[in-house]
């Protein structure tokens, strides 16, 4: 991992780029076939709520969308971002609750995006936090100002987390 600072503005700007959008509505044409807008959110205000997409499908319903996208091949973990330290002090957007329906994780040089129902990820991420602290890697990003923490969860972990987190007992 680098320990040259990240810089938030070009981050965001490679994040926001428009060279991805091929990439992201063929995703969302196979996730949701009766798609029919995928509205990119470039507005702080959606941002702020985790929102950078907006799906419309054929029935009307609308679904939000945070996106992750990594640089690198799929490294068969996937990075939730917990805690910001340094400039401020805040929590990680997966100790948040954000206003989205799906968590999109994709690995941009393999063209693969990890499709995640919000609430599913955030109950198993709640469920498992303590356990998975102690036992995965601990991944800090310096910024220019602060610096980003997250843990690095085995892809397939988190995907049996997050299908067990459909069964509810009481």
């Not at 965001?12 to 780029?17: A, C, E, P, Q, V």
């Not at 490294?75 to 948040?96: C, M, Q, R, S, V």
């Not at 690995?107 to 499709?115: A, E, G, H, S, W």
């Amino acid at each position: 991992m680098s320990t040259q600072p990240h810089d938030f503005n070009e981050r965001n700007k490679w994040s926001l780029s428009k060279s991805h959008e091929p990439f992201w509505f063929a995703i969302y044409q196979k996730a949701f076939p009766s798609l029919v807008i995928a509205d990119l959110m470039t507005d702080l205000i959606y941002q702020r709520m985790g929102v950078d997409r907006l799906l419309t499908l054929g029935n009307g319903i609308k679904l939000t969308v945070d996106e992750k996208k990594r640089e690198c091949a799929d490294t068969g973990d996937i990075l939730l971002e917990y805690k910001h330290e340094g400039g401020y002090n805040a929590d990680g957007w997966i100790e948040k609750d954000l206003t989205i329906d799906y968590l999109a994780y994709a690995f941009i040089p393999n063209r693969r995006c990890y499709l995640f129902d919000w609430r599913m990820l955030r109950r198993a991420w709640c469920h498992h936090k303590d356990e998975w602290m102690l036992k995965y890697q601990h991944i800090r990003s310096p910024n220019k100002t602060y610096e980003t923490w997250c843990l690095a969860i085995p892809t397939p972990i988190l995907q049996r987390a997050v299908l067990t987190a459909t069964v509810i007992e009481v």
